[in-house]
C-alpha cells in the first residue's frame, strides 16, 4: 500500500475462500459504502501491453476490479478544489493482488495490461453511460503534465 492515496480513493482487499473445489470471493456488497449509487457493471478485455489511458469523469465514480490478468493502474487528480491535486497513485491490481479500486469523479485513470496474457477489468459507475452526452474527457497516456513513464524498469 502506498502511503497518501488521492483524495477520495479508497481500496478494499479482496479475499478469496479456498477449499478443495476452487475458490468463493465476493467483490462488491451494498455495506461496503464504496458506491454513492449504482450505475452499471461493465467488463472489458484488453491485450498484453496496451495502454488504456486517460479519461475521467466530472460527475460519476469509477470502481475498478481486475478478476483476470494483471494490470498497472494509473491515477492522477486534475480537481481544481483537491487537496491532492497534481499527486499520482500506482496500483498493481488482478489476479495476483485482488483488489476493489474506488475513483473518484475528477481523478484521471489508466491502465497498462502486464504480462503476457489478456486483462479482463470489471467496473461499477455511479452513472449509467450516455452515449448522446458522454461524462468522459480524454488526456493523452503520455501527457507531459501527467508526464507517467509506462516502461518497466528492470532492476
Same mark, same amino acid.
Given at each position: 500500500?502506498?502511503?497518501?492515496?488521492?483524495?477520495?480513493?479508497?481500496?478494499?482487499?479482496?479475499?478469496?475462500?479456498?477449499?478443495?473445489?476452487?475458490?468463493?470471493?465476493?467483490?462488491?456488497r451494498?455495506?461496503?459504502? &464504496? &458506491?454513492?449509487?449504482?450505475?452499471?457493471?461493465?467488463?472489458?478485455?484488453?491485450?498484453?501491453?496496451?495502454?488504456?489511458?486517460?479519461?475521467?469523469?466530472? &460527475?460519476?465514480?469509477?470502481?475498478?476490479?481486475?478478476?483476470?490478468?494483471?494490470?498497472?493502474?494509473? &491515477?492522477?487528480?486534475?480537481?481544481?478544489?483537491?487537496?491532492?491535486?497534481?499527486?499520482t497513485n500506482?496500483?498493481?491490481?488482478?489476479?495476483?493482488?485482488?483488489?476493489?479500486?474506488?475513483?473518484?469523479?475528477?481523478?484521471?485513470?489508466g491502465?497498462?495490461?502486464?504480462?503476457?496474457?489478456?486483462?479482463? *477489468?470489471?467496473?461499477?459507475?455511479?452513472?449509467?453511460?450516455?452515449?448522446?452526452?458522454?461524462?468522459?474527457?480524454?488526456?493523452?497516456?503520455d501527457d507531459?503534465? *501527467?508526464?507517467?513513464?509506462?516502461?518497466?524498469?528492470?532492476?
Amino acid at each position: 500500500m502506498m502511503e497518501k492515496l488521492i483524495e477520495g480513493v479508497q481500496v478494499k482487499r479482496l479475499v478469496r475462500h479456498v477449499d478443495d473445489r476452487g475458490f468463493f470471493m465476493e467483490i462488491l456488497r451494498d455495506d461496503d459504502n &464504496l &458506491l454513492k449509487k449504482f450505475g452499471q457493471a461493465s467488463m472489458s478485455l484488453t491485450y498484453p501491453g496496451v495502454v488504456k489511458a486517460f479519461h475521467y469523469h466530472k &460527475l460519476q465514480d469509477d470502481l475498478w476490479f481486475f478478476p483476470k490478468g494483471n494490470a498497472q493502474v494509473v &491515477l492522477y487528480d486534475v480537481r481544481d478544489d483537491s487537496p491532492t491535486k497534481g499527486m499520482t497513485n500506482v496500483f498493481y491490481m488482478g489476479e495476483y493482488n485482488p483488489i476493489l479500486l474506488l475513483i473518484p469523479a475528477g481523478v484521471a485513470h489508466g491502465y497498462r495490461v502486464l504480462g503476457n496474457e489478456p486483462a479482463i *477489468i470489471v467496473y461499477f459507475t455511479t452513472m449509467s453511460y450516455n452515449r448522446e452526452n458522454p461524462d468522459e474527457y480524454r488526456i493523452p497516456w503520455d501527457d507531459p503534465v *501527467i508526464g507517467f513513464d509506462w516502461a518497466t524498469k528492470n532492476r
